[in-house]
């Protein structure tokens, strides 16, 4: 009969349970060990995950920067809200020049920006429009600017000049289209005064008016008007008042009454030159209290100054071809008050210093920003 089963001594047995024991103990000890090694990895790994999250949270500011812990910034506008309802976002790309402008448009819509601010006389519509088509940002989160150069105020002339940008920038309608200056000169002629239009700019804003209800342009608006120009313009009975008026402003040329009296008017002032332009830009990085700013709250000069001018309650347009500038640009934090009014104090206590003013290069026989026109 064949053995299928053959009987082991005892003592071999239990040698063999015994050791069957150890291995099974052994065995519950790695399974614990390993528990315990995988649950304090998973805690680990939450722990890592929880940290990133909330440094990636805004440091401070509307737009935030990574790694600071400074204060708790969360009062700076993103927007303000215009006569129409629409919000416009404080912080634009400005994109004056030609060549470089449309990758500095990508760059801008990849770090967050939905603000850009352009004219028909930079004579880069083109660029932008095919920068912006090719971002793949929906139109409707865009805001797009662009502006009336002077040859068009006469009523004919402003659709044709507004499609030609509309058609530039591949987009239907503007959500602003400002009046780029107070100044009408003859349609194709060479800086020569229509000084009709000039002194009296109601039917170049009526036919503005009409291109609104028409749903070409969402918001009008003037840019380089001073106070007296202002009034010329809203003694009038308009369907739609002015959104914003877009004048220079910088550490150099703050402008303090333009900007009380257009707050007390409800009228938003958006900063050109906000960072002093080409010309001053290093000047206006160095200023002791700009610097105090920067150091003090850990960021650049030029933060310093772009979060200076939305405290103040402005939107701002810094212009820039340099990648790592516009994402630099884009991050603003609110002021400390004390940091605040020295700057303010600072920038608005030695006489102003105006880097923006065609009235010469145009053959002008008076200032463009002098309040008594001659006109
Ligand atoms: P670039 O375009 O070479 O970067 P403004 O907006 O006041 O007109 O200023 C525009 C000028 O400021 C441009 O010469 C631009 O140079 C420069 N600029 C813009 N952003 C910064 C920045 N963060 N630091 C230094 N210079 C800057």
Redesign the pocket.
């Known amino acids: 009969m064949p053995v299928f089963y053959k009987p082991v001594p005892t003592s071999e047995h239990d040698d063999e349970e015994s050791q069957n024991l150890t291995k099974s103990r052994s065995a519950r000890i790695k399974t614990t060990l390993f528990y315990f090694v995988a649950t304090i990895a998973v805690m680990y790994v939450a722990y890592l995950a929880t940290r990133s999250i909330i440094r990636s949270v805004p440091k401070h500011g509307m737009h935030g920067r990574p790694g600071c812990h400074h204060r708790n910034l969360t009062t700076l506008p993103s927007h303000h809200i215009l006569p129409s309802g629409d919000k416009i976002p404080s912080v634009a790309l400005?994109i004056?020049?030609k060549g470089?402008v449309g990758a500095?448009v990508q760059t801008a819509l990849k770090t967050g920006y939905r603000h850009i601010d352009g004219a028909w006389i930079y004579g880069n519509e083109e660029e932008v429009g095919k920068a912006i088509s090719a971002s793949g940002v929906p139109r409707d989160q865009l805001w797009l600017t662009s502006k009336l150069w002077n040859n068009f105020h006469a009523p004919e002339d402003i659709e044709p000049a507004l499609d030609e940008t509309l058609t530039r920038l591949n987009t239907e309608y503007l959500d602003l289209y400002l009046i780029h200056w107070p100044i009408a000169f003859k349609k194709g002629s060479n800086n020569v005064l229509d000084k009709e239009l000039t002194a009296n700019p109601y039917p170049t804003w009526q036919k503005l008016e009409e291109l609104v209800d028409k749903g070409k342009i969402r918001n009008i608006g003037i840019s380089n008007f001073n106070i007296a120009r202002i009034k010329n313009l809203t003694a009038n009975p308009l369907k739609h008042k002015p959104a914003v008026n877009q004048v220079e402003l910088?550490y150099f040329n703050p402008q303090p009454e333009l900007l009380k009296w257009s707050k007390e008017n409800g009228l938003l002032l958006e900063a050109?030159?906000?960072?002093?332009?080409?010309k001053?830009?290093?000047e206006?990085?160095s200023v002791p209290e700009v610097k105090e700013i920067a150091k003090k709250l850990d960021i650049?000069?030029?933060?310093a100054l772009i979060s200076w001018h939305v405290q103040r309650g402005t939107i701002v347009?810094?212009?820039?071809?340099?990648p790592s500038?516009?994402q630099?640009?884009f991050q603003v934090v609110t002021l400390p008050d004390d940091l605040f009014d020295k700057l303010e104090k600072a920038a608005t206590s030695h006489p102003p210093q105006r880097v923006v003013n065609p009235s010469k290069n145009w053959g002008l026989d008076f200032d463009v920003f002098d309040e008594n026109w001659p006109l």
């Open positions: 400005g004056a020049g470089e500095a910088n050109y030159s906000p960072l002093g332009s080409t001053q830009v290093k206006a990085l650049t000069p030029a933060q347009l810094p212009k820039s071809v340099t500038r516009v630099e640009n």
